[in-house]
T-cell receptor
């Protein structure tokens, strides 16, 4: 069975600085997707960024980028120029055939 | 267009009551998923539909949990004889086809007293 591990329960960063959230996963599949979701207090899961495993190039979305290391099964999220609106729970998720497997989450606090 | 909607947003049930949670996916989305999120945890998979067919129900925690999607659009998650451990947020997600990104609804917070 696939597992996803987020080793940082909480992280904090100064506004405008850069922060990196860690994620590792375990799978025997070769074709899969990886996602980072943001969940503010409203509970709505919002997709931040996605990565297809067959793509070697790291995905980027504006201030958000990933460092995807397939051999190491590592998928970290870098947030540049942190903003107060980035404060939320962040979940790393793996998708193989169908369902998503989530990590435990990292609570990100932005200090003004 | 409209996103995934769920109702009710909040539900309080007395232990032993039956509850029904509704999910309206994005129109035309083939795949529909239910997840359970306990307080302070990541969501966990419950069940998956492709159109009206329930293809995976391996995550349902007991036979008190039942889900249906009879016409391939709206889905209902039913919990019979609710227990305190059923207290959680129930998230619904839909996807336009068999692969790719899932779009989530706002969730239903169930509290069993």
């Amino acid at each position: 069975a696939q597992t996803v591990t987020q080793s940082q329960p909480e992280m904090s960063v100064q506004e405008a600085e850069t922060v990196t959230l860690s994620c590792t996963y375990d799978t025997s599949e070769s074709d899969y997707y990886l996602f980072w979701y943001k969940q503010p207090p409203s509970r709505q899961m919002i997709l931040v960024i996605r990565q297809e495993a067959y793509k070697q190039q790291n995905a980027t979305e504006n201030r958000f980028s990933v460092n995807f290391q397939k051999a190491a099964k590592s998928f970290s999220l870098k947030i540049s120029d942190s903003q107060l609106g980035d404060a939320a729970m962040y979940f790393c998720a793996y998708q193989g055939a169908q369902k998503l497997v989530f990590g435990q989450g990292t609570r990100l606090t932005i200090n003004p | 267009g409209a996103g995934v909607s769920q109702s009710p947003r909040y539900k309080v049930a007395k232990r032993g009551q039956d509850v029904a949670l509704r999910c309206d996916p994005i129109s035309g989305h083939v795949s529909l998923f239910w997840y359970q999120q306990a307080l302070g945890q990541g969501p966990e998979f419950l069940t998956y539909f492709q159109n009206e067919a329930q293809l995976d129900k391996s995550g349902l925690p007991s036979d008190r949990f039942f889900a249906e999607r009879p016409e391939g659009s709206v889905s209902t998650l039913k919990i019979q004889r609710t227990q305190q451990e059923d207290s959680a947020v129930y998230l619904c997600a839909s996807r336009p086809d068999r692969f790719g990104e899932q779009y989530f609804g706002p969730g239903t917070r169930l509290t069993v007293t």
